[in-house]
């Protein structure tokens, strides 16, 4: 099993930066992946950005590409999204999901373990 914990989510206005954290616990990560999805009111669960945690490679959705950025750091087993030049579209309740396989895998079912998620709001 793995836990995770998100963190760093808040109100924010367009044009600035957030950096959201990701802290997994239970075991390594090591030979999983870990993505970001984001859920607006509304709206289905949409992929964001996932990286493999083995050798830091990473893949971004069209809509956040240039903008966020999805890091890890292994002796932390935590992940981040740096998240510049917000949007008021990017506003949603985001979370950080764990893959048990090396893919990088932009559906939400293909994930197995969920944080609770986190608010990020943008003003326009």
């Known amino acids: 099993q793995v836990q995770l914990v998100e963190s760093g989510g808040g109100l924010v206005q367009a044009g600035g930066s957030l950096r959201l954290s990701c802290e997994a616990s239970?075991?390594?990560?090591?030979?999983?992946?870990m993505g970001w999805f984001r859920q607006a009111p509304g709206k289905e669960r949409e992929f964001v950005a996932v990286i493999r945690w083995s050798t830091g490679t990473t893949y971004y959705a069209d809509s956040v590409k240039g903008r966020f950025t999805i890091s890890r750091d292994m002796s932390r087993n935590t992940g981040y999204l740096e998240m510049n030049s917000l949007k008021p579209e990017d506003t949603a309740v985001y979370y950080c999901a764990v893959d048990r396989h090396t893919g990088l895998s932009l559906g939400a079912r293909e994930y197995d373990f969920w944080g609770q998620g986190t608010q990020v709001t943008v003003s326009s």
């Open positions: 239970g075991r390594t990560l090591i030979w999983y992946t």
